[in-house]
């Protein structure tokens, strides 16, 4: 609770309360894993720094621990999962306010530039993804 509110005197948003006040729950978790999974394979090559980052992201703004940010971490990266893309982009939208859909964003891009810079496939993935998480 007091993270959130040094996230909202910061100008951050907490992604683990909801825009109606409930903990976010394991799917939207597993949504956001699942959106910054797909920002990390835009350029076909993958890292494993990028991985470790969207561990930690994990962790950090959903107050998980490290075992639970594992497992969502390999749910996200499974075909069946990714599948579900649509689904999970419909899920923050739906539950998270404007500036925590900023929140994901922003966290999409940090996960691209963990190599120093952004590629045209990680930039046309970001720009997707704003425009369908209602942020153009």
């Given at each position: 609770m007091f993270?959130?509110?040094?996230?909202?005197?910061?100008?951050?948003?907490?992604?683990?309360?909801?825009?109606?006040?409930?903990?976010a729950d394991e799917h939207l978790q597993l949504a956001v894993a699942a959106v910054l999974y797909e920002v990390m394979t835009a350029d076909d090559m993958p890292l494993a720094e990028e991985g470790e980052k969207?561990?930690?992201?994990?962790m950090k703004k959903f107050g998980l621990d490290d075992s639970k940010a594992d497992i969502l971490s390999l749910l996200a990266m499974e075909t069946s999962t990714r599948e579900r893309l649509p689904e999970f982009i419909a899920a923050?939208?739906?539950?998270f306010s404007e500036?925590?859909?900023?929140?994901?964003?922003?966290?999409?891009k940090e996960v691209a530039l963990v190599d120093g810079e952004i590629d045209l496939g990680e930039a046309v993935t970001a720009d997707?993804?704003?425009?369908?998480?209602g942020l153009d």
């Open positions: 993270q959130n509110l040094r996230d909202f005197f910061k100008g951050q948003s907490s992604l683990e309360i909801t825009k109606d006040g409930i903990l969207i561990h930690k992201l994990l923050i939208r739906e539950n500036d925590q859909r900023r929140e994901v964003l922003r966290l999409a997707v993804l704003a425009h369908k998480l």
